[in-house]
């Protein structure tokens, strides 16, 4: 396959619309601030900032986002979810590589679909790293919560239990079996049996630590280089261990570690397999001195090929549309 490079293109989605903590709807913002667009400029990338999309203005209120009705967070992440798939669409047919930056996790359900309908008609397969200490495979009957942002996966894969509202020609498919869920930690038991019986792959926090960061995610970028698939990297910042990563709402202890994270975005820079990425679920409020935001950043650089030994990066190479 012949490699080229693109513009790298970011979309924030400024919602906390699909979590119960508020806060993360801020997290575009915080990392602009933290420097994103200079670390990828500094790296000789062309980058293109869409801004925001966000809800409309609501009527002045005395309920919190998170005290709101179910029925208005579904609306508002449904609402964004179709803007977002549409959005990224754009941006992928016009060759660029799109970079999401969230906003709870509910937003991936715009993301991934935007992805599958760029694919669909050319028959490139879609492969998902998701990089979460969830699951997010939860659906309306299953969910102890009922929040949005641990239902996205199931969404996307076509599991039952999802109402007519959450259709659309916004909404993309892709296969359970080629999905990863990368770092869990927490799953439910329901979505516990949901990814058995589809065929999810999960490289839990155990299979980490006993194969190590790069055979465990060597398997994943393989097989996805043998498909010849465009792999969507989906980067939550709870899969990091909270006590370098503080910022974010559902913090689980025995998270990825520094240098394993910065060790699995050099890996798939490396690969030149990741054709679009999530960077979701930073919550400023909650972090520490934009402590979070940071590394994120950090994260993200690596992922479009900042080394460590500072050789001449270039442009980040990804493969042609198939």
């Known amino acids: 396959m012949t490699a080229r490079p693109k513009r790298i293109d970011l979309l ?48 002045i209120s005395t309920n919190p986002s998170s005290g709101r009705l179910p029925d208005e967070r579904k609306s508002d992440v449904l609402s964004l979810a179709q803007r977002v798939s549409d959005a990224g669409l754009g941006i992928l047919d016009e060759g660029h590589f799109p970079v999401f930056i969230g906003g709870d996790h509910s937003i991936a359900m715009g ?52 109402d007519d509202s959450f259709t659309g020609d916004w909404l993309g498919r892709i296969d359970p079996r080629n999905v990863c869920i990368f770092g869990a930690r927490s799953v439910d038991r329901d979505e516990r049996r949901l990814v058995h019986a589809r065929g999810v792959d999960v490289v839990d ?15 994943v970028i393989d097989r996805a280089k043998a498909a010849g698939a ?3 990297v989906s980067f939550d910042v709870d899969s990091l261990d909270p006590a370098i990563a503080p910022g974010g ?7 990825l570690t520094y240098r394993e994270a910065h060790l699995m975005m050099e890996m798939l820079h490396d690969s030149g397999v990741v054709g679009s990425l999530d960077v979701v679920e930073l919550n400023p409020f909650l972090d520490h001195g934009g402590k979070s935001a940071t590394l994120l950043v950090d994260l993200v650089a690596s992922l479009f090929g900042r080394s460590i030994m500072g050789e001449e990066p270039g442009p980040m190479e990804f493969a042609s549309e198939q």
């Open 205 to 219: 926090m155990r299979k980490i630590d006993q194969l190590g960061v790069v055979a465990a995610l060597a398997k």
């Open 12 to 59: 924030g989605v400024a919602t906390a619309s699909g979590a119960s903590v508020r806060g993360c709807g801020m997290g575009p913002e915080a990392l602009r601030v933290a420097g994103l667009i200079e670390a990828l400029i500094d790296l000789d990338h062309m980058v293109g900032d869409h801004g925001d999309l966000r809800r409309p203005q609501p009527e």
């Open 230 to 232: 465009h792999l969507h």
């Open 111 to 162: 993301t991934v679909s935007a992805v599958a309908r760029h694919c669909l008609p050319v028959g490139r397969p879609v492969h998902v790293l998701w990089i979460d200490a969830h699951a997010d495979y939860n659906t309306p009957d299953t969910s102890p919560s009922g929040n949005l942002h641990g239902m996205p996966l199931a969404l996307l894969c076509g599991e039952p239990g999802f």
């Open 249 to 255: 709402g559902t913090l689980v202890p025995g998270g």
